[in-house]
């Protein structure tokens, strides 16, 4: 693409046709005494050595995992990401790549995301999976549109335990739409089923629950599945990726919609983002599935050959028939969590998940095991837990971040009952040094 700066010249012009004699009449709706006025006082422009010293500079400030063990969690992980995903993902064809509107000509491309959504159905056991999303919290509330949309009813019945942002999405999300959300109360860090049972109507379109859920606890989805069922809502299930290396697949347990954030599968912790939101379903409601779908087929020479088959959102469609307007995927991400995938295969994601759940009970135990620190649940949980602590978590924070260590989140900043309780999230990457000196300083602590 060609820089093409205006001249003077094409300034006047421009403004003379718009009827302006100047820049600043362009601004006149702003207040006077708000605009700035005089030089802005900034430094000399710097080389392009001293421009790198200087932003190096800056970034050192940072707070790294490189520098920090990790124990936060609570929807994003600190994973081993395999040199093989960035080498991958470095690749022109697809680091400049813009989402496919032009199919015929993005072959690799559509291969690697019709890859993404055959890895995607394999680890969650459903049928078919759309190219990808925003993030976990755009896939529950996508989700949620879906099960109103397949079923014609405008309840949703979601978890208390489903992440507290996501359902914040949710509400955004749901804003009018004349969709009802009904939160479900937990027990004990779980959802209860006899509870939530109350709670599920011939109104309602989906049961949305996280497993594991915020509190890192393992839900009894077999049970929620019937409570769901016998009312003829959707089951939708929002998941760690990486639990499924070990965890029952939510097809084989009856769920309609599985979705959840992909950060773990190859994507890096990155202040907030981007990341990936992952949707999958069964076969039936596919129609009724926001995104697109990367079909397989053959060309007129009969070799295999990748096409774009359903993109149902509104500028293909008539409005009225449109599952969504979400129109962006995050194809770089979805690549990296393709490559992690095959790179780990079944073996290794399984791995993986068997190292998180070790450590983390491993790190519980010894946790637990301190003066004044108690696990704040009896369920089971796969790599993160919640612990009551003596001492108030911002206090904890501040502390062992001397020691460099990110101890954990305060669950207290989403759920005021649960103020003095951190969460602890435990992967492959936390060694037993690492652990034990987590232990060791939060039991020194007063």
């Not at 080389?47 to 707070?63: M, R, T, V």
């Not at 089923?193 to 890192?216: C, H, Q």
């Not at 129109?327 to 290794?348: H, I, P, R």
């Amino acid at each position: 693409m060609k820089y093409l700066p205006n001249t003077e010249e094409d300034r006047r012009e421009m403004l003379a046709s718009i009827g302006v004699r100047s820049i600043e009449d362009l601004f006149a709706d702003i207040p006077a005494e708000v605009k700035f006025k005089g030089q802005m006082k900034l430094p000399a422009a710097l080389s392009e050595p001293e421009l790198l010293a200087h932003l190096s500079k800056l970034a050192a400030s940072n707070g790294t995992t490189d520098k920090y063990a990790c124990f936060l969690g609570g929807g994003v992980y600190d994973h081993f990401v395999p040199s093989t995903v960035p080498m991958v993902l470095a690749r022109n064809e697809f680091y400049t790549a813009y989402t496919p509107y032009q199919p015929e000509v993005s072959q690799g491309v559509l291969q690697s995301i019709f890859e993404y959504q055959t890895v995607i159905c394999q680890i969650t056991g459903m049928d078919v999976a759309q190219a990808s999303m925003y993030d976990g919290g755009t896939a529950v509330a996508e989700a949620a549109l879906m099960a109103c949309a397949v079923t014609g009813r405008k309840e949703i019945v979601v978890s208390e335990a489903v992440h507290p942002e996501y359902r914040a999405v949710l509400a955004t999300y749901i804003q009018g739409q004349d969709v009802k959300v009904i939160v479900a109360p937990t027990e004990g860090g779980q959802t209860n089923p006899d509870k939530l049972a109350s709670l599920v109507t011939d109104r309602t379109a989906g049961v949305i629950v996280a497993n594991p859920n915020f509190f890192g606890c393992l839900e009894p989805v077999e049970e929620i599945e019937k409570v769901a069922h016998a009312k003829g809502a959707l089951y939708v299930t929002s998941v760690n990726p990486i639990s499924l290396g070990v965890l029952k697949a939510p097809g084989d347990y009856g769920a309609d919609i599985v979705c959840g954030e992909g950060q773990p599968l190859g994507n890096t912790m990155a202040f907030g983002g981007p990341y990936l939101g992952f949707f999958a379903c069964k076969e039936k409601y596919v129609r009724r599935m926001a995104g697109r779908i990367i079909g397989q087929t053959t060309d007129v020479r009969g070799q295999r050959a990748w096409v774009l088959t359903l993109q149902t959102r509104e500028q293909h469609i008539r409005r009225e028939k449109a599952t969504s307007n979400i129109c962006s995927n995050e194809a770089l991400n979805a690549l990296a969590a393709l490559v992690y995938l095959v790179t780990m295969g079944k073996q290794g994601l399984h791995d993986v998940a068997e190292l998180c759940l070790q450590k983390a009970h491993y790190a519980a135990k010894q946790i637990a095991a301190q003066k004044g620190y108690e696990l704040a649940f009896k369920a089971p949980f796969f790599n993160e837990f919640a612990v009551k602590t003596p001492v108030a978590p911002e206090k904890i924070t501040a502390e062992m971040m001397k020691k460099n260590i990110l101890p954990g989140l305060d669950l207290g900043r989403f759920y005021p009952a649960y103020k003095n309780h951190l969460l602890v999230a435990v992967t492959e990457l936390r060694t037993k040094d690492q652990i034990d000196a987590l232990a060791a300083g939060l039991g020194g602590l007063k």
